[in-house]
């Protein structure tokens, strides 16, 4: 049976979100209470089939989710993302015949948590090479030691995926495996305190000797770029749930921002805001802003759905989706910051609050450097040695 969006997230529980967003972010505390109430939603389980105690939605569904979410804690859709990246990995590769993560869809339905252990300080080459040191074990286990920052749902995890560099033989491969919250060998630190997604409890994750069993080592690959399925699933699910949370964001921003002008009046004039010229523009700006961002992420998304092959344009459609989505938010909060006046500079402001959450965008992959890069290289070639 379908589950409907309108059920999945029903307004009252995106109320609740909302009124529990302010707190976290005063609090900077992590959104134990929005974590529950969405595993008893079956929010985390969205990408299992429903022979297997899933939902059985496609990314598409996922991302239309996830954008709703957005709309009332943007902090919490983007810590979850870290899950939903995941299991839409497990479930993009086995709609494309590899099972080799079918047990991280199997473990979500059991109610683990899935997070990401991947991003590093100063690795610009994201996930085709890594500072980590991967040292393989007897039987084929593997230990990671290394920095992992931006490591969402820190307090909460149970499952964490890792990646390092294995320099032992003739050729260095790139190791992904699944380290548990009991394996031994890693601390989590305290130090997330940021201007905003705060609620995230995106901390670092120290790795020393943390040892993966040989049956959660998933894959080894060569160091650099490759076509492996994996680096597309992580890609395509990365880049359009994040589009999707910003997305949401950005559409939250400008509802608050219409709301707020027909509230306001002109002492000159007498009449609400929402009759002044220069703001009717800036809310239109705002507007057609978003209305290019709705299609598009259902597309790109949708296409993922139907394995449409878009060859060497995949990769551009993907980072320039996140790109757009992160820029425009951005656009349409500051926007909104402006026809809204002062009160929207206080703390606690729920559009204050956006402001700050929306910067977050710059700083994930792939940032806009890298995105303008990938796309000159698939219109133009690459640049010449």
């Known amino acids: 049976m379908s589950v409907e969006l309108s059920e999945l997230l029903p307004d009252e529980l995106l109320e609740r979100f909302r009124a529990r967003a302010k707190g976290y972010d005063e609090r900077n505390e992590f959104f134990f209470e929005d974590l529950e109430e969405l595993k008893a939603q079956g929010y985390l389980r969205m990408f299992a089939s429903t022979d297997d105690g899933g939902l059985g939605f496609g990314l598409a569904q996922v991302a239309a989710a996830q954008r709703r979410l957005a709309t009332a804690a943007p902090a919490t859709a983007l810590a979850i993302n870290m899950h939903l990246v995941w299991t839409g990995v497990a479930h993009l590769l086995g709609q494309r015949g590899d099972d080799s993560l079918r047990f991280v869809l199997t473990e979500a339905?059991?109610?683990?948590?899935?997070?990401?252990?991947?991003?590093?300080?100063?690795?610009?080459?994201?996930?085709?090479?890594?500072n980590t040191v991967a040292e393989p074990l007897d039987g084929g286990s593997y230990s990671f030691t290394g920095t992992k920052i931006f490591t969402s749902l820190s307090p909460a995890w149970t499952r964490l995926g890792v990646f390092g560099k294995d320099s032992s033989g003739q050729d260095p491969l790139l190791v992904h495996a699944f380290i548990t919250r009991e394996t031994p060998g890693y601390a989590i630190k305290d130090d997330w305190n940021t201007l905003g997604m705060r609620a995230s409890q995106s901390n670092t994750t120290v790795l020393d000797g943390a040892i993966a069993p040989a049956d959660r080592v998933f894959r080894k690959l060569p160091v650099g770029p490759n076509a492996d399925p994996l680096i597309f699933a992580i890609f395509a699910c990365f880049e359009s749930l994040l589009a999707a949370v910003y997305t949401g964001l950005g559409e939250r921003a400008l509802q608050?921002?219409?709301?707020?002008?027909?509230?306001?009046?002109s002492k000159k004039t007498g009449k609400s805001y929402a009759q002044d010229p220069d703001i009717r523009w800036r809310i239109a700006d705002a507007a057609m802003a978003?209305?290019?961002?709705?299609?598009?992420?259902?597309?790109?998304?949708?296409?993922?759905?139907?394995?449409?092959d878009h060859g060497g344009q995949w990769f551009p459609k993907l980072v320039g989706l996140k790109v757009r989505a992160t820029e425009t938010a951005r656009t349409v909060v500051d926007l909104m910051i402006r026809v809204s006046g002062g009160g929207s500079y206080f703390a606690g402001n729920e559009l204050g609050r956006l402001y700050r959450d929306v910067l977050a965008g710059m700083f994930h992959p792939s940032d806009d450097e890298s995105a303008h890069s990938t796309v000159a290289s698939a219109w133009l070639g690459p640049l010449e040695p």
Request: aromatic letters at 8%.
């Open 109 to 130: 339905v059991a109610g683990e948590v899935f997070a990401f252990g991947n991003s590093e300080a100063g690795n610009d080459s994201v996930l085709f090479d890594s």
């Open 256 to 265: 608050i921002g219409v709301a707020t002008v027909h509230k306001r009046t």
């Open 290 to 308: 978003m209305d290019g961002l709705y299609p598009q992420l259902e597309s790109v998304a949708g296409d993922i759905d139907e394995l449409v």
